[in-house]
């Protein structure tokens, strides 16, 4: 049996609530696109490759977004909440270990973040945190 993207992300968003990490933004965790029209901190998960086999392999994002602060008539990064999110984010997407049970099978989830990198929201004053997770899951 393999996990699906919906499964996979399904864990990401359980482990990311019992770590905290919703709390410490003004919007909210989700598991789909985010709302085009938020203007608070918001944490996406989206799955960017899936494969099968007995280690199934998965690459995810986890983006934080952060509105920008004005500055006279320009936006700027908000380095007093990026700071303690990106923290956060890293000490708990850097390396761990998940016992996701389903259908009466425990799979043994590994994960490991790839890098973490600051972006700016295309169209708005916004940046995000990305954090690239790599993630093996053992079928078998």
């Known amino acids: 049996m393999i996990l699906t993207e919906l499964d996979i992300t399904d864990v990401f968003y359980n482990y ?3 770590k905290g990490l919703d709390e410490m933004v003004s919007g909210s965790l989700y598991r789909t696109p ?4 938020s203007m ?5 998960i989206s799955v960017l490759t899936s494969g099968n086999g007995q280690i199934q392999p998965f690459v995810l994002n986890i983006n934080i977004y952060v509105p920008d602060i004005r500055r006279g008539k320009e936006f700027i990064l908000n380095e007093e909440r990026l700071a303690p999110l990106m923290r956060k984010g890293a000490d708990i997407l850097s390396h761990g270990r998940i016992a996701y049970p389903l259908d009466g099978t425990e799979f043994d989830i590994i994960f490991d973040l ?3 990198k600051i972006y700016e929201v295309n169209g708005a004053d916004f940046h995000a945190i990305n954090h690239r997770v790599r993630v093996n899951v053992c079928t078998e």
């Open 16 to 18: 990311i609530k019992s």
């Open 34 to 37: 985010r709302p085009i029209n």
């Open 40 to 44: 608070l901190e918001d944490i996406v």
């Open 114 to 116: 790839e890098s973490q």
